[in-house]
């Protein structure tokens, strides 16, 4: 059964500096996916992980000159497509790949996308999908057997087989996030994507070329070894889902099961890191 969302709005001042300080704390409390506002923020959170006392960590932001003012809303699900659908424009990433909904007229690019997100994270808007799609990019997985875990919409995988990939598994602990991948397969027409519901136990016994997570940090550091384990001995594993402070502590990690830093993106203090052996 597809779960309540809380709305949660933020009018911040100063806004543009307020925004990514609010969100870090946001994203440490479970807020799964934000929107820019002109004022502010929306963040979204599901009802079931909602508590009002978690609000308590902003006040102290207040004491840094901070002026933060909220309201809530509840989401019903079958009121989520309409907030995406009033929001969601297309975006174009280094003129290669654009991703857009049924509703958009197509754009002519060298690799489209066609996403409806629903209940899911993933169109591309959020700092770390869009790393993740610019490192697929530059990095095309040709021939490549491809992990994508955390695949939230599916959008990842469906680029991975445009670009070549021939054997890709997409993996999401959220069943909403499995059906909407599956429905985004085949609205693309993919052929080598085969989508699980679960978390790391649903992960094929294989080695893979490429792997691709892009979760929260606590569930990075407990699976970053097992994706070490099924990677080839040659290829990348692509990180996302955590902030720039936080990138000592993944580094470490992968260090420890024999992983390297290549590189990493940052934007609006998100990371996307590359690694290998």
């Not at 136990?201 to 792997?211: G, L, R, V």
Request: proline letters at 6%; one cysteine or more.
């Amino acid at each position: 059964m597809a779960a309540t969302y809380i709305q949660l709005n933020l009018s911040i001042q100063p806004a543009e500096a307020g925004r990514e300080v609010v969100l870090a704390v946001l994203s440490e409390l479970g807020f799964e996916s934000f929107v820019e506002t002109e004022k502010g923020l929306e963040a979204y959170i599901q009802e079931s992980d909602w508590n009002p006392d978690q609000l308590d960590a902003l006040y102290p932001l207040s004491e840094h000159g901070f002026d933060i003012v909220w309201s809530l809303q509840a989401i019903p699900p079958e009121n989520w497509n309409a907030v995406w659908e009033s929001d969601f424009q297309p975006i174009v990433i280094e003129n290669q790949c654009a991703v857009r909904a049924h509703f958009h007229d197509p754009i002519d690019v060298p690799y489209e996308l066609v996403i409806t997100p629903k209940m899911s994270f993933g169109t591309g808007h959020h700092q770390t999908t869009y790393m993740m799609l610019n490192y697929l990019l530059q990095h095309p997985p040709q021939d490549h057997s491809l992990l994508d875990m955390g695949c939230g919409t599916g959008v990842l995988a469906i680029l991975a087989e445009k670009l070549g990939a021939n054997s890709i598994h997409a993996i999401d602990v959220e069943p909403w996030c499995y059906q909407n991948t599956v429905e985004n397969i085949a609205t693309n027409a993919c052929q080598n994507i085969t989508a699980a519901e679960g978390d790391r136990n649903q992960i094929p016994k294989k080695e893979f070329n490429t792997i691709m997570a892009n979760i929260n940090m606590n569930v990075l550091l407990l699976d970053i070894p097992l994706y070490a384990e099924q990677l080839h001995p040659e290829g990348s594993l692509f990180l996302s889902g955590f902030f720039t402070q936080d990138i000592p502590a993944i580094e470490s990690k992968a260090n420890q099961v024999g992983l390297q830093l290549v590189d990493y993106q940052t934007k609006d203090n998100w990371v996307a890191a590359h690694f290998k052996r």
